[in-house]
């Protein structure tokens, strides 16, 4: 084969025809076309008539050109062109493939498996032996084996959502002995040591690396600052503007997961970083679960969310004030001055407050809170609330009979309390003790200066020793607590204020505050502070950035954490500590991102680019069309082209394709095609054997419902959920096609309005004949997928007095193509019962909003126009009863959607008895 | 060559729905031969006329019995005198004719002659003698002689175009003459001048190809002669269109002169065109000349 840049030849000898065309082009202008000879009686009145203007004898020069043109597409096209022909690696020795396998590779993962496909078969061909390893893997023993045995493991490599493991893997190769060639399938970003397993890889036989020429996103884990969340996108190539759309995901009030909000990130010409800030409410901040860049299927593109961005909500409340105007003697005055930095502030009254759900409560110097309070806040507490209370003037006057146990106080305390170190009392003001182990402020420094003067005393009692957390020096109880269900209890025995002490003054007062969790957790400092902890791995993100949630992985140290590199042992995802969970991100604070660059010499090729496109069948299916062109124009100019022209030009029209089928287009001419009847519709999926297998099923489901029942639909019509109305049609039938995009945001929401407001979707992941217990399909992951963003109620399997199983026919089975699988569809309330006597159960439950299954129902009902069946179903008179089985399913789907529970009720009961045999 | 049984079956079809056509009679003593022209007095003739008074002369034969029966004197069954026109009939039988320039349509000799027998069978069914003006069939009446016609326009001509014979069957007929008329213009105009001398008026009916009519021809042509005997080559048939039917005109001006000058009438039929239209417009040029 001879190349010419990306064409190569087979037959490049063929070529030198070419230069015959000059020849061809002096024979072809001497001679004109042939006259045409007509009888014509009338000749008598042409005789003496002279040619006025005297034409040329030959061929017009356009004529010749056309003529010229198809010979040369035919000597081209039978040279055998190819377009990237693909040039063979050395056709000798084993040989390595290797992929990144990383985060990165994950949105083209299927290109990169077929071209690992690809490399396998043209080893097959060759007969070399094949070793196929992924890089991100741990790197083992290269064991090249024969291509038959590699190509197995092909379906199950997947991509990892960390970085390759270049260092190690450059040792490994330069341990190993024999040389072999190498097909890197990169990821196209510079991780470090690339250049040099690349440089290892080299050493050992020839090197060619596959990359995809695209530009790779990342999130960096965002920051808290100035009361907005701060967060980078990174990419990889900065030649062009680019936006990138990131949304804040987490659940809404209903506890669905859904997007917060989107920003845009506007990366200008030349910049690989952009900034983006989310300035939320608190309320919403709070609920963010990540950050999601859409679109981009990495994990680099998900940035999980830990603690350090939730801000607390705490409630203050003090007792109604009577010294108006003393701010600094307000109770609250230093809590407000110590929280407000880390926490959003809550005022208003006790009933308000509680509506509000906060975090924490603290309360300042309230002795007495009414009943019906005070059992809303024990409540609260109980469901995990913390209440902080503090002691005062109020707290230590109340008359609280010693007998009785105030549930909202840690400890019984002794009326009036006691003070220290004033003009008219004994003893000097007491210090603080050191914080014992053991205790929430265990290892704070305790300031010389801080003293406390006044404050209220315990009751002695068995369980007081247990629920002191700090004390004066003197052993006198200074913060007690207690648990109370999820929540607890903490009472400082002084004021908020520095009337009764100076703590509140002091920077010790911010740190036990922190410690009792009263604030938010900030960033860790230190990752020192992690060391001798242990994490668990609670949500993990896979490599395409979808976050599962686990609890099968090992637990990781704190000193692993603390690195803050993902791999193997640490995937990305949320890890959950004694009090906190810890994100790991894939790039960390500081990562940049950046184009592979690899060294001088390297062979690069793109993945998808080396498919080879023969050229000959164009050529001589333009060299064809040029002589048909110049057969016509030849008998135009010899008069022959009349009564032909017409025919010809049939038979041209009828090459060209059938106008596109009907597709829905937001119009009101889509509006009045699908009203103007009962319109079944399916959704597109973009893979067009889908659809088209979707839309004959529908077609011949329709056939039925016109033959047997009195519904008579229209024509189906195929919709695109992201631009078109979905409120017209009554049933969507939704064939899973693992190569259909996610539905956006606007279609989620339109998916969601269309299921409230009792529409049915027919989910079919057509996989039936694969799936089963413990195998997931593709179609079945993309479901899942799918399904993530709807508002989907609790399901269960069809059960046998289910209304579906008797809305027209009475069923038990659901069979389409396939009679596999249960299908899955709203469940039933959970206190229906059967009453005695009745076939079934009294469900008042309204449409199933889904119906879920894989037994391909559209391939069953699919028909052509004469109503013959397109696809095979089982075998023999039992195969088109199944089919037959189908068409009643589908007859019942569509009878349920439009008549609802109507056969639900029990007025029913006797004929369907009788019906049932019974 | 045409079948003539089936000739005379499809030009009957085609004269059946058309009145009975009557050719004028004219006053022409020498030519007065029994027919259904009423002379509007008693004479020779099938229809009644009047009953008159037995007079002596009278042959006792003649006298009508039934009527004398009723009365006292006899009477006499007189019927009216009628007289029969002579018409004469040509068809061109060329090769010329024998041109048809696609094949759903008829050949320009077929049209013609299923023109003229289907005027000749109304003219017979009138009572008309009608004859071959160049065979030697006479003229006669009867629906006999339509056959005897039909296997005359069966005859071949092998003469690139026909010339109408200069002979005229008696005096003051009728003549029908249908050709294209593309051959030596001389030879019909003198036809007609014979004719004309004789006292005969008559119909000269074109019949043309649409193609004849519209020259279609584009790009380099060779046109031929139906007998291939005249050759004609162009480079650009197109650019002579309008020359040609600028001839095309002139001839039909001189015909059409000619035979105004003589009291005749000249028509065009295009073989695209209904043969009832062209039998409709016979019928009426000889209605409208009567």
């Known amino acids: 084969m001879v190349t010419l840049g990306p064409i190569g030849f087979v037959a490049p ?34 005789i003496g008539l002279r040619d006025e203007d005297a034409e040329t004898d030959r061929t017009p020069w356009w004529l010749l050109l056309l003529r010229m043109l198809a010979v040369a597409g035919l000597i081209l096209g039978l040279s055998g062109p190819v377009i990237n022909p693909r040039v063979d690696l050395p056709s000798s020795g084993p ?47 290269l064991e090249f084996r024969a291509p038959e045995l590699v190509r197995q493991e092909l379906p199950g490599l997947q991509p990892n959502p960390w970085s390759p493991m270049l260092s190690d893997w450059t040792k490994e190769i330069g341990n190993a002995g024999a040389s072999f060639d190498t097909a890197w399938l990169s990821d196209g970003i510079d991780h470090a040591g690339r250049a040099d397993l690349a440089r290892a890889l080299a050493e050992k036989g020839s090197l060619t690396v596959y990359e995809i020429p695209q530009t790779t996103f990342g999130l960096l884990p965002p920051r808290f600052e100035d009361g907005t969340i701060t967060l980078s996108a990174l990419r990889t190539r900065a030649d062009a503007e680019a936006v990138l759309s990131v949304a804040a995901i987490g659940p809404d009030p209903a506890g669905s997961e859904t997007v917060l909000a989107t920003v845009d990130a506007s990366f200008a010409t030349g910049e690989t970083s952009a900034d983006i800030g989310f300035s939320l409410p608190a309320e919403l901040r709070n609920r963010i679960t990540r950050f999601e860049a859409t679109g981009q299927r990495s994990a680099a593109s998900v940035v999980m969310v830990d603690d350090s961005l939730r801000r607390r909500e705490i409630g203050l409340i003090a007792a109604s004030g009577d010294r108006e105007g003393l701010e600094l003697l307000s109770p609250l005055h230093y809590l407000r001055q110590a929280l407000a930095p880390n926490a959003d502030i809550v005022d208003g009254s006790f009933d308000d407050l509680l509506l509000a759900n906060p975090d924490v409560i603290v309360m300042a110097d309230v002795a007495t809170l009414a009943e019906a309070e005070s059992e809303a806040l024990i409540k609260w507490i109980e469901d995990g609330g913390l209440l902080v209370r503090f002691a005062g003037p109020r707290l230590a006057a109340a008359n609280i009979d010693p007998g009785t146990d105030d549930p909202l106080l840690p400890v019984r305390l002794r009326a009036g309390g006691r003070s220290v170190g004033g003009a008219m009392s004994w003893g000097d003001p007491k210090q603080l003790a050191p914080f014992p182990e053991g205790t929430p402020f265990a290892g704070l420094a305790v300031p010389e200066e801080v003293t406390v003067t006044t404050q209220v005393m315990a009751q002695p009692d068995p369980t007081l020793a247990d629920r002191v957390i700090a004390q004066l020096t003197d052993g006198t109880p200074l913060v007690t607590r207690k648990p109370m269900g999820a929540g607890s209890v903490v009472l400082f025995h002084v004021t908020a204020n520095s009337e009764w002490s100076n703590l509140p003054l002091s920077g010790l007062f911010v740190q036990m505050l922190e410690r009792l969790a009263v604030l938010g957790m ?28 686990v609890d099968t992985l090992p637990s990781v140290t704190g000193e692993r954490l603390a690195t803050g590199v993902v791999g193997a042992d640490m995937p990305p995802g949320l890890y959950a500590g004694q009090d906190r969970k810890l994100a790991v991100n894939v790039l960390p604070q500081d990562a940049t991102l950046a184009a592979a660059v690899w060294p001088a010499g390297t062979r690069v090729e793109g993945i998808s680019a080396s498919v080879e496109h023969p050229l000959g069948g164009w050529l001589l299916g333009f060299a064809a069309l040029a002589l048909l062109t110049d057969l016509l124009a030849t008998m135009g100019l010899s008069g022959r082209f009349r009564g032909a022209a017409a025919g010809l030009g049939l038979a041209v029209f009828a090459l060209f394709p059938a106008p596109a089928p009907l597709s829905a287009q937001t119009d009101d001419a889509f509006a009045i095609a699908a009203t103007s009847g009962v319109v079944l519709a399916h959704v597109l999926t973009g893979d067009s054997r889908v659809d088209d297998t979707a839309a004959a099923g529908l077609r011949g489901l329709s056939d039925v419902l016109f033959l047997r029942t009195s519904i008579e639909p229209a024509e189906p019509i195929g919709v695109d959920i992201e631009s078109d109305e979905l409120s017209f049609f009554p049933l969507l039938y939704w064939p899973i096609s693992d190569a259909q995009p996610l539905p956006s945001r606007d279609a989620y929401a339109k998916l969601n309005r269309y299921l409230r407001s009792g529409g049915l979707i027919l989910f079919d992941t057509r996989d039936a004949d694969r799936a089963g217990f413990g195998s997931a399909t593709s179609e079945g992951r993309m479901l899942q997928a799918i399904a993530r963003g709807l508002d989907i109620p609790p399901l269960e399997p069809v059960p046998s007095d289910h209304v579906l199983t008797r809305t027209f026919y009475l069923l038990q089975d659901f069979p389409g193509r396939y009679a596999g699988r249960e299908i899955w569809v709203e469940a039933s309330p959970p206190g229906a019962a059967q009453s005695e006597g009745m076939p079934f159960r009294n469900l008042n439950d309204g449409v199933t909003p889904v119906i879920i299954g894989g037994n391909d129902w559209a391939s069953a009902w699919a028909t052509d126009d004469l109503g013959v069946p397109l696809f095979r179903v089982g075998r023999g008179s039992a195969g088109d009863r199944q089919r037959e089985i189908a068409f009643r399913f589908g007859v019942n789907v569509v009878m349920h959607v439009l008549t609802g529970n109507y056969k639900s009720d029990q007025v029913h009961v006797p004929a369907l008895l009788d019906r049932l045999g019974q | 060559m045409t ?135 006479p003229p006669r009446r009867g629906n006999a002689q339509a056959t005897e016609i039909a296997a005359q326009f069966g005859v071949e001509d092998p003469n690139e175009f026909g010339t109408p014979p200069a002979a005229s069957l008696t005096r003051a007929a009728r003549v029908l003459l249908v050709s294209d008329f593309f051959g030596d213009i001389a030879a019909t105009e003198a036809a ?10 008559g119909v000269l009916l074109q019949v043309v190809d649409p193609q004849e009519e519209e020259f279609p021809f584009a790009g380099r042509t060779i046109f031929e002669s139906p007998s291939n005997t005249i050759r004609h080559e162009t480079r650009r048939a197109a650019a002579l269109r309008d020359r040609y039917l600028e001839r095309l005109a002139q001839r039909r001006d001189r015909l059409e002169a000619s035979a105004k000058a003589a009291g005749w009438t000249f028509g065009i039929h295009r073989t695209d065109q209904s043969p009832a239209a062209g039998l409709m417009w016979l019928y009426q040029t000889i209605e409208a000349a009567r």
């Open chain 2, 3 to 137: 079948d003539a049984p089936a000739l005379r079956a499809r030009s009957e079809q085609l004269a059946a729905p058309l009145p009975a056509l009557l050719a004028r009679a004219e006053h022409l003593s020498a030519s007065v031969v029994l027919g259904d022209h009423g002379r509007r007095r008693a004479g020779l003739g099938d229809t009644f006329w009047q009953y008159r008074s037995a007079i002596p002369s009278d042959d006792a034969r003649r006298i009508d019995w039934r009527r004398s029966a009723r009365s006292d004197t006899s009477f006499v069954h007189e019927k009216e005198w009628q007289i029969a026109q002579t018409v004469g009939v040509w068809v061109d039988h060329s090769a010329s004719m024998r041109f048809a320039s696609s094949r759903g349509q008829p050949t320009k000799a077929d049209r013609a002659q299923l023109l003229a027998l289907a005027a000749t069978i109304l003219l017979l069914r009138g009572g008309e003698r009608v004859g071959c003006l160049e065979s030697a069939t």
């Open chain 1, 522 to 549: 900030r960033p860790l400092d230190d990752m020192t502070e992690l060391a001798g902890t242990t994490w668990l791995p609670a949500v993990v993100l896979t490599a395409e950035g979808r976050a599962e949630r």
């Open chain 1, 95 to 141: 040989l390595l493939i290797l992929a990144d396998a990383s985060w990165a590779d994950a949105r083209t993962w299927e290109a990169r498996r077929d071209r690992i496909g690809n490399l396998i078969d043209d080893a097959e061909r060759s007969g070399r032996q094949v070793a196929l390893a992924t890089l991100t893997a741990t790197p083992g023993l």
């Open chain 1, 13 to 46: 000898w063929l070529l030198l025809g070419l230069l015959a065309l000059p020849i061809l082009w002096i024979l072809l202008r001497a001679v004109p076309p042939a006259p045409l000879r007509r009888r014509f009686p009338a000749i008598a009145l042409l």
């Open chain 2, 192 to 201: 007609i001048a014979t004719a004309a001398k004789n006292g005969s008026t």
